[in-house]
C-alpha cells in the first residue's frame, strides 16, 4: 500500500522590495494557512527583514492589498538580507510567494540555485525571459502565439519617434518592460499624452514598452505542471483597464470562471497559454494573459511566472474552476519543485 507523503518544511519568502510588496505579503497570507492546513510546518521569511517572529506573522495573516501600490519613497531599498539562504537550509522547499523585481525576475532564483535550495515557480533563466516584456514578445512571435505590435522605448529614447499613430481609435499602451499589477502602466489615447506616460513608466524602470491596446475581452489561462488550467474573463464595470486597483479591490472587476465561451475558444486560448509557457521556458506553473479583438483574434500579453495568490487573484480561481482546492494547489506547487 502507498504511504502518504511525507509533510514537508517549507520556508516562505514574503515582502521584498518591489512595487508589489503589499501584493507579496496579501498571498503569503492566504499560503501560509494553507500550508498548515496540509499539514506542513511553515516558517516565513521576508526578504529584506528576515525570519518573521510570531507578532510580524500575525500582522502579515491579516494583510490586505490597497487601492494603490506602496509609494516609492515609502518601499525598503534592501533586496535580500545578508545570511537569508543560511537560515534556508534546513528546509524542504523555499515556497516564493514573491511578485516582481528580484523575487520574479530571477535574481532570487539564482541565489537559490548557487545554494542547492529546491523552490516553487519557474527557474531564473525562464523567470527573467517572461518579466522582460519585449523579450517574452519576442518569443511569442518567433514561436507562432500571436501578440500585439510594439516597441521597446530604451532609457536615452524619444517617444516622439515611435512607429504607431496614437489616436483615440488606436491608443497605445504604455508600461514598464519589467513590472507586473499594470503598476506605471498608462493607456494613451492622444499623443500629447504620451510623454507623460513615458515619465510614469520610467519611475519603475528605465526600458519602456509602447504596445498596441486591443479593445474587446480579457481572458486568462492557468498553467500548472505543463497543463491548463480553466479560462477566465475579467469583464470591467467602469474601467477601460484591468489597473492594481480592479486586481486586488474585490467587486470592481467580474471575474468569470469558467468563462462562458465556446469549447473551440477555450481550446484555443488553451493551447496558446500552455505554448507561451512553454516558449519562456516556463516551469511549475503560471499565468497567461489573453485580449481578444472585436474579430475573435486572440493576443497574448505576457506570462507571469509567479502570479498572485491573494484572495481576489485569479491563478487560484483557474485552479478552482478546474476542481483543485486552494490548500490542494499550494501542496501540488510544492511538490513540483521536489520534483
Not at 238 to 247: G, L, N, Q
Not at 303 to 322: D, E, M, Y
Request: aromatic share 6%; with cysteine; glycine share 8%.
Amino acid at each position: 500500500m502507498d504511504l502518504p507523503p511525507k509533510p514537508m518544511r517549507v520556508a516562505l519568502l514574503l515582502g521584498g522590495a518591489s512595487a508589489e510588496r503589499d501584493v507579496s505579503i496579501a498571498s503569503a497570507a492566504e499560503v501560509i494557512p494553507a500550508l498548515r492546513e496540509r499539514g506542513h510546518s511553515v516558517d516565513v521569511f521576508d526578504t529584506v527583514k528576515g525570519r518573521l517572529g510570531s507578532a510580524d506573522e500575525e500582522r502579515v495573516l491579516t494583510a490586505t492589498v490597497g487601492y494603490a501600490p506602496p509609494d516609492l519613497a515609502l518601499r525598503p531599498v534592501v533586496g535580500m538580507v545578508p545570511r537569508l539562504v543560511e537560515e534556508l537550509l534546513g528546509a524542504d522547499v523555499v515556497f516564493l510567494a514573491l511578485h516582481g523585481g528580484a523575487g520574479e525576475n530571477g535574481v532570487i532564483q539564482a541565489i537559490l540555485d548557487s545554494a542547492g535550495l529546491r523552490y516553487t515557480g519557474s527557474g531564473h533563466l525562464a523567470s527573467a525571459m517572461a518579466m522582460d516584456k519585449d523579450l517574452s514578445k519576442r518569443l511569442f512571435r518567433a514561436g507562432g502565439v500571436p501578440t500585439p505590435d510594439w516597441m521597446l522605448l530604451e532609457p536615452d529614447g524619444d517617444p516622439d519617434t515611435i512607429p504607431f499613430e496614437i489616436t483615440p481609435c488606436s491608443p497605445m499602451i504604455v508600461k514598464p518592460n519589467a513590472q507586473g499589477s499594470t503598476i506605471g502602466l498608462t493607456l494613451v489615447k492622444k499623443p500629447q499624452d504620451l510623454h507623460d506616460a513615458v515619465r510614469t513608466a520610467r519611475m519603475h524602470d528605465a526600458d519602456v514598452l509602447i504596445e498596441r491596446f486591443v479593445p474587446g475581452r480579457e481572458f486568462v489561462v492557468g498553467v500548472l505542471d505543463g497543463q491548463p488550467l480553466a479560462v477566465g474573463e475579467i469583464k470591467l464595470r467602469d474601467k477601460e483597464i484591468f489597473d492594481y486597483e480592479a486586481k486586488y479591490q474585490a467587486g470592481v472587476a467580474l471575474e468569470i470562471f469558467p468563462a462562458d465561451i465556446p469549447k473551440q475558444l477555450t481550446t484555443e486560448l488553451q493551447d496558446l497559454a500552455v505554448g507561451a509557457h512553454e516558449l519562456v521556458k516556463a516551469s511549475s506553473y503560471s499565468r497567461v494573459d489573453f485580449r481578444q479583438d472585436e474579430e475573435g483574434r486572440l493576443w497574448c500579453l505576457e506570462v507571469n511566472t509567479l502570479p498572485g495568490l491573494t484572495a481576489t487573484s485569479l491563478f487560484p480561481q483557474s485552479a478552482q474552476a478546474s476542481g483543485i482546492s486552494f490548500p490542494e494547489l499550494c501542496e501540488r506547487i510544492c511538490r513540483s519543485a521536489l520534483g
